[in-house]
């Protein structure tokens, strides 16, 4: 069965320091993973995503995630926090098409970042 | 401007009253979702339809119904029967339902009054 647990309910930089949000995996198969971002009373909007290329995905606003199948993690790093990245992060892995390509929601990291 | 519509922002029901949220896409995707988000937690899906006509349950579908008679409209009913239904409610599609990438709204708050 596929699953996703987030690490941290709740992470706290400052800004222009580094931001580092875990996410580790359980799937039976190779899985399309996501992280998705969700800013107060708004729909989520996909940051990155994993589909079997590259293990390095770069996404938007300098956000990135490295996939280690031996460590089964996904976790989201930026180098450098800005006071606009506050917000809750999903981490999110995706069913085989056979269960209805539905996806799986972690239970979200709330990052919160210090002028 | 494509995307994915959802009214309204706010809503708020009476005991025992049926309230139906709207979701509109005009990206031509065949998939859509239901999904209910509480405080602290992820989002836990309600209702998915694969394609028009059709449309199977999630994993928290006791309380609601759904209908998918259009390509882009898949309205949501929240009835009586849902005791809780304090939520955020969001409504997502996907090119197909082969797992890529979905787009969400921006989602409804429901309250009882």
């Known amino acids: 069965a596929q699953s996703v647990t987030q690490l941290d309910s709740h992470v706290s930089v400052s800004e222009g320091t580094p931001v580092l949000l875990r996410c580790n995996y359980s799937?039976?198969?190779?899985?399309?993973l996501f992280w998705y971002v969700q800013h107060p009373n708004k729909g989520l909007q996909l940051l990155l995503k994993?589909?079997?290329?590259?293990?390095l995905v770069k996404g938007i606003n300098g956000f990135e995630a490295e996939f280690k199948k031996s460590e089964t993690s996904f976790h989201l790093t930026k180098p450098s926090a800005h006071m606009s990245d506050a917000a809750e992060y999903f981490c999110?892995?995706?069913?085989?098409?056979?269960?209805?390509?539905?996806?799986?929601f972690g239970q979200g990291t709330e990052l919160s970042v210090k002028p | 401007d494509g995307g994915i519509t959802q009214s309204p922002k706010y809503l708020f029901r009476k005991e025992g009253q049926n309230v139906t949220l709207s979701c509109e896409q005009n990206?031509?995707?065949?998939?859509m979702y239901w999904y209910r988000q509480d405080p602290g937690q992820g989002l836990r899906l309600i209702y998915y339809?694969?394609?028009?006509?059709?449309?199977q349950k999630g994993d928290i579908a006791e309380g609601y119904s759904v209908s998918r008679e259009k390509k882009e409209s898949f309205p949501l009913t929240v009835t009586s029967a849902q005791k809780n239904p304090t939520a955020f409610y969001l409504c997502?599609?996907?090119?197909?339902?082969?797992?890529?990438?979905?787009?969400f709204g921006a989602g409804t708050r429901l309250s009882v009054l």
């Open positions: 997502a599609s996907s090119l197909s339902a082969g797992g890529g990438i979905q787009y």
């Open positions: 799937s039976s198969y190779s899985p399309s």
């Open positions: 994993y589909t079997s290329a590259a293990t």
């Open positions: 999110v892995v995706s069913l085989a098409y056979n269960q209805g390509g539905n996806l799986i």
């Open positions: 990206l031509n995707h065949d998939a």
């Open positions: 339809s694969q394609i028009v006509n059709d449309f």
